[in-house]
Structure formats: C-alpha cells, structure tokens
C-alpha cells in the first residue's frame, strides 16, 4: 500500500432519523498515516459521520470503503452485519470516555482483543500494560473508572482503541468533557500518535489543535461539506463565508 493511497474512501453518505435529515452527502478521503479533522456546529453532522464509519449507525445510502476491504454500498436492504464489518478497520474513542463502570482500567483494555477479536489473554494484558505505561498510567491498571480523573479516563478510552490494532482511530470531541487543566495531556497523547504515523480521524473543536495536528480540515454544516482542505487554509483563509464565521467565533469567542 502506498503512503499516499486511501486508506478510507466515503461517496455520497446520507443518514437520516425519522424526517431529520442529518447527512445529505458526504464525501471523504482519508490518506494512509493522514489525520483528517472534522469541524463544524453543533448537530452538523460530524459525530454521526464517525458512528457511520465505525458501524455504530447505518447510513441510509453511500459507499464506505477501506483500501484492502470491506467496502460497503449502503441502500435500504443492507443489513446490520455490513455495517459492523467496518468495525473491523477502526476504533473509536468517544467524548464521554464510555468505559465500563464495574471493570478495571486494565479489563477495560483488555475486553475487545480478548472477547471480540479472541485473542490470547496472556498477549491481550502484556499489550495492554505496554500501552498503559506509555500513556502514564501503569499504576492504574487495577483501578476503576470512577477512581480515575477526567483526563485519565480518556487515556485509558485511547489505549482501549490501540490495543485493537485498528487501521483507523476515530475521535470524537475526545476533549469536550474535561476540565480546561486537563486537555493538554489527552492531546499530547493525540499529537504523538499522529507523528509516529496513525491514520485518524477527529471531531474537535480545538481548532488550533487542528491547525497543529491535521493535514486535512473539512468544515460541515447542516449535514453538507461546507469547505475543505488544507488546515492553513480552512483555519486561516477560508473561502466561504459560513467557514469564516464559525472559525471566527470560536478563535474569539469575546
């Protein structure tokens, strides 16, 4: 596979619940080792691009296709198992943590390779202890969640989606529920990932962070892609005025 071929290619994604259209067509491309980051208003639509990718929701219509399969051509017909075969090529760390309440730190890491991938437990707890050092947390491997701060919950929702070995990380708004003082090391973690070459893609509204991390920046509105391309330009020179809104309010919120 060459580093520059796609490793994700997304034609014509629509989703809709009940009358509310959420997506009307969305077209993506994700290159291998790229990191593409998804901006926008609240309800446009970008967290439900990432449930779709991840086979948590069904599209209506629309092909999702990673390089070296699956590709899936939704329509009304396509069952529930299409979709959760993308779940195979990507792993997903969500905004409120989403971590099991009555498992340790290390169960928690431990419980897609072990139960959904069958892998060997002995493998799957050397894995993840690995990860959990490289993220600061190897003390907290017998802890649980509820034990753990906000920034420290996230680490472990990051090395939860490592220890599957996805092709793809996806992110969505992983710093929105924690307290301003600890952003920073949750996107530390982020920023080393993209360097050492992870594909990803993020929901956030840390537009600097975008700028910094991200080679690639749509801007969606309304279910639709409003702008894209490269972060210098999205970020600092949009061409639409609905992009030049959005990035002005949030670099000057006063």
Same mark, same amino acid.
């Given at each position: 596979?060459?580093?520059?071929?796609?490793?994700?290619?997304?034609?014509?994604?629509?989703?809709?619940? +009940?009358?509310?259209?959420?997506?009307?067509?969305?077209?993506?491309?994700?290159?291998?080792?790229?990191?593409?980051?998804?901006?926008? /208003?609240?309800? $446009?639509?970008?967290?439900?691009?990432?449930?779709?990718?991840?086979?948590?929701?069904?599209?209506?219509?629309?092909?999702?296709?990673?390089?070296?399969?699956?590709?899936?051509?939704?329509?009304?017909?396509?069952?529930?198992?299409?979709?959760?075969?993308?779940?195979?090529?990507?792993?997903?760390?969500?905004?409120?943590?989403?971590?099991?309440?009555?498992?340790?730190?290390?169960?928690?890491?431990?419980?897609? /390779?072990?139960?959904?991938?069958?892998?060997?437990?002995?493998?799957?707890?050397?894995? &993840?202890?690995?990860?959990?050092?490289?993220? +600061?947390?190897?003390?907290?491997?017998?802890?649980? /969640?509820?034990?753990?701060?906000?920034?420290?919950?996230?680490?472990?929702?990051?090395?939860?989606?490592?220890?599957?070995?996805?092709?793809?990380?996806?992110?969505?708004?992983?710093? $929105?529920?924690?307290?301003?003082?600890?952003?920073?090391?949750?996107?530390?973690?982020?920023?080393?990932? &993209?360097?050492? +070459?992870?594909?990803?893609?993020?929901?956030?509204?840390?537009?600097?962070?975008? %700028?910094?991390?991200?080679?690639?920046?749509?801007?969606?509105?309304?279910?639709?892609?409003?702008?894209?391309?490269?972060?210098?330009?999205?970020?600092?020179? /949009?061409?639409?005025? %609905?992009? %030049?809104?959005?990035?002005?309010?949030?670099?000057?919120?006063?």
């Amino acid at each position: 596979m060459s580093p520059t071929e796609p490793l994700l290619q997304v034609a014509g994604l629509q989703k809709s619940f +009940g009358d509310n259209v959420v997506l009307k067509s969305i077209d993506l491309s994700v290159d291998v080792g790229g990191v593409l980051a998804l901006i926008g /208003p609240s309800g $446009s639509g970008k967290t439900t691009v990432l449930r779709c990718l991840n086979g948590l929701e069904k599209p209506d219509a629309g092909t999702v296709a990673f390089a070296g399969g699956p590709s899936v051509t939704f329509s009304a017909a396509t069952g529930t198992k299409e979709a959760q075969a993308l779940r195979t090529r990507s792993a997903m760390v969500f905004q409120n943590y989403n971590l099991f309440p009555h498992k340790t730190v290390l169960e928690n890491v431990t419980e897609g /390779p072990i139960q959904v991938q069958r892998r060997p437990k002995a493998e799957a707890v050397a894995e &993840a202890t690995s990860l959990l050092e490289r993220v +600061g947390l190897s003390d907290k491997a017998g802890q649980y /969640p509820h034990e753990l701060s906000g920034g420290q919950q996230q680490r472990v929702g990051i090395v939860r989606a490592l220890a599957l070995k996805p092709s793809l990380l996806l992110f969505d708004e992983p710093t $929105s529920a924690l307290d301003p003082e600890l952003v920073g090391d949750v996107l530390t973690v982020i920023k080393e990932l &993209a360097q050492e +070459g992870w594909t990803m893609v993020l929901v956030t509204h840390e537009l600097a962070f975008a %700028r910094e991390v991200a080679d690639h920046v749509v801007f969606m509105d309304g279910g639709v892609v409003v702008e894209q391309g490269h972060p210098d330009t999205v970020l600092r020179e /949009p061409r639409e005025e %609905r992009t %030049r809104q959005f990035v002005h309010r949030l670099l000057n919120p006063f």
